[in-house]
């Protein structure tokens, strides 16, 4: 159980396109879903927390116009990335947290590689 | 911008023998560990968990030993397999809040 998918597995856009990632809970539901990023040799770095019907909470420096989060039903959250350039090239992983939430676990989806050209 | 990445910590350890991947995390009130693997291209994936009032718990060929008085943190890997080569993260947090990611250790198991 606790399986989470993302979608696409990986995408090549052109610099000024838009980019939407989806993450879904396959066998639960998740009240919670949270955004990372990562770039080669680096950890993860969370980009934002996504609620169930309310707006996402956005970390220290990460732009919420360009990176726009939905997470409008407890299966799914969205992360569209517009008008990409080649620095948003990166590997961006979602987690959600299961509605019955035990301690603070976390479950990560197979993550979402972007490359912008 | 984002700066240059950083070289991981390595540890290459021969095939049967045990591993110990250690971390030094920063937040003294942090309640909650946890250690994941990542292997190349995929997302992390849980090996074990420990809760501030323990420290040690053992899962299948895994150790997690926790350390506060220092805020250290532990993974040992038993009898390691080619499997196991990936990147290892401990992450922390304060049950309820967001997790904090340390910076990795690539482990490479050597045949």
């Known amino acids: 159980g606790a399986v989470v998918s993302q979608h696409p597995s990986w995408v090549i856009c052109k610099s000024g396109t838009s980019v939407k990632i989806e993450c879904r809970s396959l066998d639960f539901q998740a009240t919670t879903m949270f955004w990372y990023r990562q770039f080669p040799k680096q950890s993860l770095m969370l980009m934002a927390t996504s609620n169930e019907g309310s707006k996402a909470t956005y970390e220290q420096g990460v732009e919420k116009d360009k990176f726009l989060i939905n997470h409008a039903s407890l299966t799914l959250s969205t992360l569209t990335v517009t008008s990409a350039h080649p620095e948003d090239s990166s590997f961006y992983i979602c987690?959600?947290?299961?509605?019955?939430?035990?301690?603070?676990?976390?479950?990560f989806g197979p993550g979402t590689r972007l490359t912008v050209l | 911008g984002e700066s240059v990445g950083l070289h991981l910590p390595t540890l290459s350890v021969q095939e049967g023998d045990n591993s110990i991947i250690n971390c030094a995390y920063s937040n003294s009130a942090s309640d909650y560990f946890i250690w994941y693997k990542q292997e190349s291209g995929k997302g992390p994936q849980f090996i074990i968990d420990i809760r501030s009032n323990m420290d040690k718990r053992q899962g299948q060929r895994v150790t997690v030993l926790l350390n506060k008085t220092v805020k250290h943190l532990s993974l040992q890997i038993a009898a390691t397999q080619p499997g196991d080569s990936a990147v290892y993260f401990c992450?922390?947090?304060?049950?309820?809040?967001?997790?904090?990611f340390g910076t990795g250790t690539r482990l490479t198991i050597i045949p």
């Open positions: 987690s959600a947290r299961d509605l019955v939430w035990v301690v603070g676990e976390q479950f």
């Open positions: 992450a922390e947090n304060i049950i309820g809040e967001k997790l904090t």
